[in-house]
């Protein structure tokens, strides 16, 4: 990969590690101090305003960020006439998404209110939201920089006000506080970059159908995410909620950075389709499945192994059940992965957005239907159920849809052998962990084991292997050794 694509992952890592962190360092805090009821309360209430959330920026994250990327070479003033043409979209769904929630509050809400009225300021983050412009001119370093300072905020605000049960009000405020700070920040580094532009009628509408195309994906999307939680508290209570979502925190850590992949890698293919350059956009989805393959595999077949006792000495006993639903969401990331590679570096660069759009909308009913079906007698477990099935339909249309286009049976083959390895660790730490007792530093023990032995059986594949993708690499290891003439 290019200097600027390794660069600019680099940057996006950090951002998605420092997004891992923050859940990692609260959410053992949290589950204490507040218990999975309180927890329940507020992910059932995120998961309604995300559902507002959602239409205050309809498809303009992908949009905006496919767009700017193409427009970002061709000056100032079609840079700053494209931004703010989209970012008038944004807006003015804001604020009509905001009276909105005003009036579900005032009508509908009886339960929570508080809390749900505390979740206004999420509202407003993403009403400001300008992530998708930097993500365009592939300026990660901003993104990082904002995501770390927020962060940091959010922990030492945390850890001084929440102290006991009843400061879930507490923590509301304080997430979506900083989330809307971390937002404004962004806005300060808009001068220089751009000029204000008289907003045209026609220039704008020409921004709403493909915007509204996109904006179908992201309610499917919604759906993956939010209903499941949306539906479990409403069908078996909040507590269930609790469970199922500090489940989902965890396996949001390899989502996060694969995460990292796509973002760089959706404004870079889309820049390269603009230039012309096909076969190298295409070299390069090759070479991010294979990668994302490698990384994945270590993290599956990790969180699997090691979920039990993780559950226990993170969350406490309360929080067992989330253990189980960690072990049965993660397989999903099999095929995930190169399904969301294929989504990002090539159906929403190339603007196939029925294909894109089709999917998901598959994906999703298939979701709802299993759910109807599953939460009722299963609780958090049958959601788990629903979404893995649900997702394994969506990539599965994905990769019929493009199957004549991209050679899959070398992505897989090229990158299969990683599964194989992370299989042989999972072996390895299931049978250390049968003699060892529940505790942090056991846990920690495992973890290490785990990362010894898939990265041995890694380096010493990608030494022997002719696989052109690996050269780089190869040299480095053979120099980290000490062995430059080896193999």
Known sequence: MSNKISKNLAYNIGYQLIGIAFPLITSPYLSRILGAENLGIHSFTISVALYFM????????????????????????????????????????????????????????????????LQLFLLLSNAVDITWLFYGLEDFKQIVFRNALVKLLGLFLIFSFVHESSDLWKYTLINGGV?????????????????????????????????????????????????????????????????YDNA??????????????????????????????????????????????????????????????????????????????????????????????????????RAKDKDYVLSLIIGALVNILLNCFLIKPFGAMGATISTVLAEFVLYGVQFWTVRRDLDFKKYLKNGFIFYLFGMIMYLAIIAVKAHLQYNIIN????????????????????????????????????RKIGYENIL
């Open 179 to 243: 989330t809307l700070v971390g937002q404004l920040l962004l806005w300060g580094q808009l001068k220089g970059r751009l000029s204000w532009v008289k907003i045209q009628k026609k220039d704008l509408l020409s921004h709403i159908k493909p915007i509204l195309v996109l904006f179908i994906p992201v309610l499917a999307i919604s759906i993956f995410s939010n209903m499941d939680k949306y539906m479990l508290g409403l069908m078996v209570g909040v507590k269930q909620v609790g469970f």
């Open 443 to 478: 846990l920690v023990l495992l973890i290490v084991l785990g990362g010894i032995v898939y990265t041995g059986f890694c380096c010493f594949y990608i030494l022997i292997s002719r696989n052109v993708h690996f050269e780089i690499l190869r040299e480095k290891i053979k």
């Open 248 to 349: 989902n925190r965890i396996i949001d850590i390899p989502k996060a950075l694969i995460a990292a992949l796509e973002a760089v890698m959706l404004p870079r293919t889309s820049y390269l389709l603009a230039e012309g350059q096909e076969e190298k956009s295409n070299y390069y989805i090759e070479v991010t499945i294979l990668y994302a393959m490698m990384i994945s595999s270590v993290l599956i077949f990790g969180i699997i192994s090691v979920s039990d006792i993780f559950s226990l000495v993170f969350w406490g006993e309360e929080f067992l059940e989330s253990g189980r639903l960690i072990a049965a969401m993660a397989p999903v990331f099999v095929f995930s992965v190169p399904g969301n590679i294929i989504r990002t570096q090539y159906l929403i660069p």
């Open 54 to 117: 959602m239409f205050m920026l309809l498809g303009i994250a992908n949009y905006g960020n496919r767009t700017i990327a193409t427009v970002k070479r061709e000056g100032k003033e079609i840079l700053s006439k494209t931004f703010w043409n989209i970012y008038y979209v944004q807006l003015l769904m804001s604020v009509l998404v905001t009276i909105a929630y005003l009036i579900y509050l005032y009508f509908w809400v009886s339960s929570y209110k508080f809390i749900a009225i």
